[in-house]
């Protein structure tokens, strides 16, 4: 199928990429990068795009799984960015991604830590919330809108909220990923379907004007040799990284920490859960049920200074900060020993100064989640943003490289471009495929169901190794990292991943020997 993407695809454009020109050239392929490299290949353009480690080895995959519409950023003014949320969340629910995007129930537990005054002002943005998706044209079928609970209806909801003191709840719905990291390997492999080439474990080291364009000096780290790939107009989509390629751009990240809770520690729980930061009016954590029987936790907002590691540790004082707000509200105490696992992800947000140097520090929880565009000669960085409205910000970036580049391109067309996956199943063709690989695998469920049944070995979390063979064939995945840490999520937890290693290991040897 033209978009997969595999070990032998990404030889031959290997060889190719080297001897062409391109239009543009997409460094990072996180969620904007492969949306950019989509977004300029919808438009006529050659494009490639390259990551020096794997699709959605950085920010994209340590993310909440949540596609909100900017509730948050509407309770501090920001109703522009609230404004673009739901409208990005609008396009992936009923248009690009609805295999993988959902509505989901979030219920606040109405306890002591909430003040009637405190629940009156969230249902209030909880309703100009409603109002932002009915503004965004998502139908409320898809989406629907906030409700007051009474304790007994709270409690079916969430179990582990504390009896004696529940006054109720309020229920909002939001969109959720059931991973993101499958998001983005979507989004690539549509982008390859019209024309990219995505190519991983290719790191660009330098990057020197010439020629009315740029070249950018890669290495494949694979093999170690070095090339040069010449393209008129580079998109710098590194995220965190990006002042590596384009040392002028000051960010200051932030580190979200997330939990991941062994199964059976919340027993019940159906809905999300908002939990009331100590101190802070318009700030909750999250507590999200997934469908693998663990929870996740989340997520805190700090300051990060220094060398930006390629994964960043969740450090334990993050660990214990969440347990607190968790034993806080509910009903049960969750202990260090039920924590199988954390995660944290580097959130590049742009310097309060609009990208120069930010001296004067401050909460990174009070910057402005906005995307920036930048510019100067061949060069673009996209910084800023969320994931929710990747796909505008990959927009962005391009137009400001087709005008860069004196690029000659139509509009964007990715608002009507469904991602791999997207299209329904031909009739008949979902018949006895398991609903778990329809959630996961949309349209082409029919056609992993074929390979998990050939072999439908299991290697952990329900996960067979007809799903890594699929991952290996069409994918992209070309080691045991990309498969248990990115096409599949069992290596968050360490030990599952020890567990899922030698399954693993014999599905690549298997594909090497083919």
Known sequence: MDSSLNAARRARELRRVAEERLDVLVVGLGATGAGAALDAAARGLRVAAIDAHDLAFGTSRWSSKLIHGGLRYLAKGQVGVAHESAVERGILLRRTAPHLVRAHPYA???TPAVSRRQAALVMSGYRLGDALRAAARTPRRLLPGPSRLDAARA???VPVAPAGSLRGALLSWDGRLLDDARLVVAIARTAAARGARVLTR?????????GGGMTASVRDELTGEEFEIRARTVINATGVWAGTLDPDVRLRPSRGTHLVLRPGTLPGLIAGVHLPLPGE????ALVLPQHDGRVYVGLTDE???GPVPDVPEAPEEDVTALLEVLNGVLGTRVTREAVAGAYAGLRPLLAADGGKDDAA???T???SRRHAVLSEGGLVTVVGGKLTTYRRMAEDAVDRAVSSGNLRAGRCRTRRIPLVGAEPPATG???GVPARLTERYGGEAAAVHELVRAHPEEVGLGITVGELLWSVQHEGALDASDLLDRRTRIGLVKEDRERALPATRDVLARITHL
């Open 303 to 305: 300051p990060v200074d």
């Open 365 to 367: 929880a009070d910057l």
């Open 281 to 284: 009016t318009n700030r909750f």
């Open 108 to 110: 606040l537990p109405l």
């Open 361 to 363: 520090g401050g909460r």
């Open 202 to 210: 290719c790191r660009a080291l330098r990057l020197t004007a010439s």
């Open 429 to 431: 063709a979902a018949d």
């Open 155 to 157: 409690r079916t909801l």
